[in-house]
């Protein structure tokens, strides 16, 4: 979803490789009931009274000051453009008004929908966004579990410390490390030789852009991806552990019955904030990697969106599909949250 | 007196953790000891190949045109020189976008930072009536936003921010996660410390300033680095919004240069002309020099962002 938005992926704050920061609860359950105990508590005086608006102002100015600059700043710069996105059925010309200048209805919206090239790359998307999923949302929690079994502190903070370096590049150094290692005369060819093979020009081939990018994003996220795991498989109870031994249970077992089970709330949550951003696959990345020899399988929506929206200026083409894509992914996250909620009860509130 | 000898375990606390990590009452397997050397050997596997790419770049960046183009250099540099650190170095351009980096970095946080630290204070306080109004306002936009083009329409066509510093620092000034991480801050911190201060005359503006801000270092460091970490990191927006060379963050500097590189390669066919391999010695280099200031802070800000992560996750 956020994606799309160029700050949002560049500067989400950081710890998510995503727009979607997972800025939820790893105890959901905890968190709801903490939520509503706190209902009700605001705009309350000292004797509890119902307090009015004006003996508020009057009262806490000086906080509400605090507010100013905040909400200017959402105003302009979150919610001016969630209204720009009208121009996504208004005609919009260059130099005129921001929200356009006539309605034109779901004119834009055939357009790209009757466009062969829209649905390549919208099936583009949806395999490399069912791909990453289905490859980088599982080997977080194998990774976790095998921390998990070392003994040795300090070699495990050792690994730690290296598996997060990736996340703390460039996108930029990301790509650039990407494009070298395969190259021609890079690292990766250097092996496929040494194995007996020929050298294979990766980024020209439209059939190898799935395998690389994959791999790169493994290579960027999975270790980072382990914290949450790690910090809530530190919550489950030892004496399970312990009790689950004297039932004779061996170490497989004992993963299986034990640590799965403990850390599945975690699980839940990350999976519904995954399938969230499951349309705005690394947007930025994307592009970085992308050339026009390859956009069979590397043109994804956010990537066309950005040719012809920007670069074409074809503005209310590109902002209907960037509509249609955050739909998505807003019935994606919620969808997923309310199946959750109805067979796991974990969900994001 | 055999009842003073027999100690509670219930009582007394077993380290449960010691007699895991001893193997307990019974013996480990000899299929779970295999796994375990197993494990360790895959993770050490991993940690390489994580760090390979690392290595590859410096072996890279001190080698010479003619090997790289061969394919023979791995984890040590041949033909050892340092020409190439001299070339990337006497461009002005590198320089002049290194220090746009520096300054879009200190510009964006602190801007960021304001508002972030006011937004959380506010809506930390119970007493603020409208309260859920104003955090929610906040994380709606985490479900939502308006696409790239209308941002684009906005910054552009709209502010007028085509080629100002403006395009870059403010736009993304505000993480709602920054901001909730801060705000579950913020609410752990004790009224009756606040109460007292105003009622000694303090002022909203005197607690925030003298108690509040003086007791949050913590968070404050470490929010400062999330975002600090981001803005040096970006690249997207100084690409979207500048035309003019002389503005450009490096890392705008560092695409433009692969993408002038991998550009060549694709005309050629992959044969590779020299005009690559001076790419991918320059290439490596400029990534070099990119990324050495996060790598020199990483080990000492890695702790900071994984407690802030994890504050995020559990309070937000």
């Given amino acids: 979803m956020s994606a799309t938005e160029p700050e949002a992926a560049t500067r989400g704050g950081a710890p998510a490789a995503s727009g979607v920061a997972p800025a939820v609860a790893v105890e959901p359950t905890r968190r709801r009931t903490r939520a509503f105990g706190r209902r009700g508590r605001g705009g309350r005086g000292e004797g509890g009274a119902r307090l009015t608006w004006r003996k508020a102002l009057r009262r806490d100015w000086q906080l509400y000051t605090f507010l100013v600059v905040p909400l200017l700043f959402l105003l302009v710069f979150r919610y001016l453009p969630m209204l720009g996105n009208v121009i996504a059925f208004r005609r919009f010309r260059p130099g005129g008004s921001i929200f356009g200048e006539e309605w034109v209805g779901l004119y834009y919206f055939e357009a790209f929908i009757t466009n062969q090239q829209f649905w390549t790359v919208f099936w583009n998307t949806v395999i490399l966004g069912g791909l990453t999923l289905l490859i980088c949302f599982p080997l977080p929690i194998v990774l976790a579990l095998m921390l998990n079994e070392l003994r040795s502190r300090r070699y495990k903070k050792l690994v730690q410390t290296i598996s997060y370096l990736p996340h703390f590049m460039s996108i930029v150094i990301v790509a650039g490390l990407v494009l070298q290692l395969t190259a021609v005369n890079g690292t990766v060819n250097q092996v496929v030789e040494a194995f007996g093979g020929d050298a294979v020009a990766f980024m020209q081939r439209p059939d190898w852009f799935r395998t690389v990018y994959i791999t790169s994003e493994v290579w960027q996220t999975v270790g980072w991806g382990t914290i949450l795991y790690l910090a809530s498989l530190t919550t489950i109870d030892s004496q399970l552990y312990e009790a689950a031994r004297i039932d004779g249970a061996n170490r497989w077992k004992q993963t299986w019955h034990i640590t799965l089970p403990g850390i599945r709330p975690t699980m839940m949550v990350l999976l519904i904030l995954n399938i969230g951003s499951f349309m705005a696959v690394g947007f930025e990345k994307v592009l970085l990697l992308q050339n026009p020899l390859i956009y069979s399988t590397a043109d994804v929506i956010s990537t066309y969106l950005y040719r012809v929206g920007i670069q074409s200026a074809q503005f209310s083409y590109g902002t209907a599909i960037g509509l249609f894509e955050a739909l998505i992914g807003l019935v994606l996250v919620l969808g997923a949250n309310g199946i959750s909620r109805r067979v796991t009860g974990a969900s994001l509130w | 007196m055999t009842d003073t000898v027999t100690v509670d375990p219930l009582a007394t606390g077993p380290d449960i953790g010691a007699v895991r990590r001893e193997g307990g009452a019974i013996k480990d397997g000899t299929g779970y000891r295999v796994f375990r050397v197993v494990n360790a050997l895959a993770l050490t596997l991993i940690c390489l190949v994580t760090l390979y790419p690392f290595l590859n770049l410096v072996a890279k960046s001190f080698s010479s045109e003619g090997f790289i183009a061969a394919g023979e250099v791995n984890l040590i540099p041949r033909g050892f020189n340092t020409a190439t650190f001299s070339a990337v170095m006497g461009d002005p351009l590198f320089w002049t976008n290194y220090r746009n980096t520096l300054l879009y970095t200190v510009v964006g946080t602190v801007i960021a930072m304001a508002i972030t630290t006011t937004y959380a204070y506010a809506i930390s306080r119970p007493r603020l009536k409208g309260r859920t109004f104003f955090v929610g306002l906040a994380v709606f936009t985490m479900f939502f936003s308006g696409g790239l083009i209308p941002n684009y329409i906005l910054v552009a066509n709209f502010l007028g921010w085509r080629n100002s510093m403006w395009a870059i620092v403010v736009p993304g000034a505000l993480s709602v996660f920054n901001l909730l991480v801060m705000k579950s801050f913020f609410e752990n911190f004790p009224v009756e ?66 993408a002038a590189a991998t550009g060549t390669e694709s005309v050629t066919g992959g044969a590779g002309g020299d005009a690559v391999q001076i790419g991918a010695n320059i290439q490596s280099v400029t990534m070099l020099l990119t990324v050495l200031p996060i790598i020199c802070f990483y080990p000492f800000i890695q702790r900071y962002f994984v407690s802030g992560l994890m504050l995020g996750s559990v309070k937000g």
Avoid: C, H, Q
């Fill in chain 2, 193 to 258: 410390l606040e109460e007292a201060a105003s009622i000694d005359g303090m002022s909203t503006y005197g607690v925030f300033a003298r108690i509040v801000l003086p007791l949050s270092k913590a968070v404050l460091a470490t929010m400062t680095l999330f975002y600090a970490v981001g803005l040096w990191n970006s690249w997207f927006s100084a690409f979207l919004y500048l035309d003019d060379k002389e503005l450009f963050p490096v890392t705008v500097y560092l695409r433009n240069l692969i």
